[in-house]
């Protein structure tokens, strides 16, 4: 894994916390010691020797380092983790040393061991874009009438409410997190299989370990190992990447808007927040940039994990070697976009003069369309346009030019037009509940 300075932009310490060295060695050992208690209690192993397995499954007792180069040489971490404890339990027990790993293979220790990491990772991410979306909802509600211009293709088109705008990053960034919380439940499974997945180790006590690692894990018992069968892992992937790039989609309109041309609102302030280098009136916006960091990367991550699925047999080579690490980058990218998401969407201030002021920029050309359909109901819509590309071809203020509708055109509800209930329909819509009926 790179270095903390490089991985600076890329990773929540959080996350990063439950992929290092120390969380995946400490979960590994989790495995190992769970596994020694259940072959102990169904018999297949005495219970002494078990004691001592579970005691020598400390993390603090083994050098992470010297790891390293037998996981390279053997083509896997378990054979160097088991081998370093085999060697520490035969320091206190000749005999016990014959019983560690009894029945399992190397995948069910990694397996098991990421779904652990998961398990420490995900959740506190889960509840923050939940906060996220509640405070997207609160935003959303306060501008429900709040006139803004609306954007297309990078240029002015018709007014809207800004509360839409909002809403619709609650809405999605909602719908993802509804996909990624059934995902990754999904997931919460262990892994015990043996050397092939038919666990003839353990013969007719297969079925008493099995529950009694699954229990003592916290993990619930799929059907069958799951070596080469990785949907559950892909689609969680997935789910990742879909969360990352909703994310991505308010950051994008945050740090558009953030725009010295434009200033219509602004990520939180704090000393350092948005530092320039060399140019001291820069406010930059950090909690965009860090969330568009995290999306630029997260397709390509979650894309390698469905790559790797067609898997050889019972067990693969290559494919499945290279999920873990690519899983841990993309969940560091998925904690770095929240954590920094987390941080900005309450703290976002709204300028809604500056949203007035942008809309009047524009000499009310973006108010043609409004008066093409009222022309429209008179003279119908070929001489209406003529009228309105006439007006516009003078300069200067549309209305003052068209001559007509200078009421309707300025009419705050009208310009409005649906947003408003569009922001109560994709409220009401949050956390899968389907709207109520809206009242005219």
């Known amino acids: 894994m790179s270095g903390r300075l490089v991985n600076a932009l890329n990773a929540s310490t959080r996350v990063a916390d439950a992929f290092s060295d120390e969380a995946t060695l400490r979960h590994m050992l989790r495995f190992e010691a769970e596994l020694a208690r259940s072959v102990a209690a169904v018999g297949l192993v005495p219970r002494k020797h078990a004691a001592t ?58 397996d098991t061991a990421m ?41 002015p088109a018709t007014p809207l409410a800004f509360g839409q705008k ?9 719908r993802a997190t509804r996909r990624l919380e059934e995902s990754y439940a999904e997931t919460q499974i262990v892994q015990f299989g043996g050397a092939s997945g038919s666990l003839s180790a353990l013969g007719k006590k297969a079925e008493p370990v099995m529950k009694n690692l699954a229990k003592g894990l916290g993990l619930e018992l799929p059907p069958a190992p799951w070596f080469t069968q990785r949907v559950r892992v892909a689609a969680f992937a997935q789910d990742v990447a879909l969360v990352v790039g909703a994310l991505g989609k308010a950051a994008k309109d945050i740090a558009l808007l953030m725009q010295y041309e434009l200033q219509e609102l602004s990520e939180p302030s704090g000393p350092g927040r948005g530092a320039s280098s060399t140019m001291p009136h820069k406010r930059n916006p950090v909690a965009a940039g860090l969330v568009l960091t995290a999306a630029a990367r997260a397709p390509q991550l979650a894309a390698t994990i469905v790559a790797g699925m067609p ?40 300028y809604a003069d500056r949203m007035g002021a942008n809309l009047e920029g524009t000499n009310g050309a973006v108010l043609a369309e409004r008066a093409t359909f009222l022309l429209a109901e008179k003279m119908g819509k070929d001489k209406a346009k003529l009228l309105v590309e006439q007006a516009l071809s003078k300069g200067g203020n549309f209305v003052e030019a068209l001559g007509r509708f200078e009421a309707e055109l300025g009419d705050r509800d009208a310009l409005l037009g649906y947003s408003p209930k569009f922001v109560d329909r994709l409220l009401a819509a949050l956390g899968g509940r389907r709207p109520r009926r809206q009242q005219r």
Not at 315 to 324: D, S, T
């Open 53 to 110: 397995i579970v005691k020598a499954c400390d993390p603090s007792l083994y050098d992470v380092a010297a790891l390293v180069p037998v996981a390279r040489r053997s083509m896997t971490l378990t054979v160097a983790v088991v081998s370093a404890l085999t060697a520490e339990v035969r320091k206190r027990d000749e005999a016990a040393a014959g019983y560690v790993h009894w029945g399992a293979t190397s995948q069910d220790v990694l």
């Open 115 to 155: 779904v652990l990491q998961l398990q420490q990772a995900v959740p506190p991410l889960i509840a923050d874009l939940h906060a996220i979306v509640a405070a997207f909802a609160a935003l959303a509600k306060a501008h429900r009438k709040t006139l803004t211009m609306g954007r297309t293709l990078m240029q």
């Open 166 to 174: 909002v809403a619709g990053w609650a809405s999605d960034i909602d």
């Open 311 to 350: 898997q050889e047999n019972e067990r693969a080579l290559g494919g499945w070697q290279a999920e873990w690490p690519s899983l841990a980058g993309l969940l560091e990218a998925f904690g770095s976009a929240v954590e920094a998401m987390a941080e900005a969407a309450p703290g976002l201030t709204i």
